[in-house]
T-cell receptor, first 113, second 110 residues
Framework: DARVTQTPRDKVTEMGQEVTMRCQPI?????VFWYRQTMMQGLELLAYFRNRAPLDDSGMPKDRFSAEMPDATLATLKIQPSEPRDSAVYFCASGSAGGKTQYFGPGTRLLVL | RKEVEQDPGPFNVPEGATVAFNCTYSNSASQSFFWYRQDCRKEPKLLMSVYSSGNEDGRFTAQLNRASQYISLLIRDSKLSDSATYLC???????????FGKGTRLSVIA
């Protein structure tokens, strides 16, 4: 049963620290998405990649957030420096070329104190 | 106007009840439509696609009205296990990311 995996599942850190979140998409999926979910805003798209190339990162605060895909099996989302307002659940999702649905990972629950 | 709008609820219904959720979308050129389900502290998962002719999956019926840009989900004979947040999702075009509504929370009460 293929799944998207994410690490860490939970992260508590102090303001100003760097946070790195990792995602392994489903093997064979060529599109990877990063979302942030909060009670107030719901699911917000931060960035997405197709065939490892970034297509859109307009949803991401550029001064502190960065997203990369070093290879087809790994996507990363970094926050440096982190701030309390970054506290949220960060989901990675993957999809296949021409596919209409997305498969979500379990999320990283981030708390910045 | 938000791209996808839903009533946040919560909808509190007794077991066995029928409940309906609605959703509107702003992009008239949107191509495909879905309902996702998200349990508390879990990730969203695809519940069902929504087709123009309407479609059914067991106790769940989804309908699409393109003229009114409106999507609905009907749940018959509600079970306790149906308690979750239901996300209305729109695909504006084949190559763009899905757009998610904020979700409607359902609590089915014994």
């Amino acid at each position: 049963d293929a799944r998207v995996t994410q690490t860490p599942r939970d992260k508590v850190t102090e303001m100003g620290q760097e946070v790195t979140m990792r995602c392994q998409p489903i093997l064979g999926h060529n599109t990877v998405f990063w979302y942030r979910q909060t009670m107030m805003q719901g699911l917000e798209l931060l960035a997405y990649f197709r065939n490892r190339a970034p297509l859109d990162d307009s949803g991401m605060p550029k001064d502190r957030f960065s997203a990369e895909m070093p290879d087809a099996t790994l996507a990363t989302l970094k926050i440096q420096p982190s701030e309390p307002r970054d506290s949220a659940v960060y989901f990675c999702a993957s999809g296949s070329a021409g596919g209409k649905t997305q498969y979500f990972g379990p999320g990283t629950r981030l708390l910045v104190l | 106007r938000k791209e996808v709008e839903q009533d946040p609820g919560p909808f509190n219904v007794p077991e066995g009840a029928t409940v309906a959720f609605n959703c509107t979308y702003s992009n008239s050129a949107s191509q495909s439509f879905f309902w996702y389900r998200q349990d508390c502290r879990k990730e969203p998962k695809l519940l069902m696609s929504v087709y123009s002719s309407g479609n059914e999956d067991g106790r769940f019926t989804a309908q699409l009205n393109r003229a009114s840009q409106y999507i609905s989900l009907l749940i018959r004979d509600s079970k306790l296990s149906d308690s979750a947040t239901y996300l209305c999702v729109v695909n504006p075009s084949g190559n763009t990311p899905l757009v998610f509504g904020k979700g409607t929370r359902l609590s089915v009460i014994a």
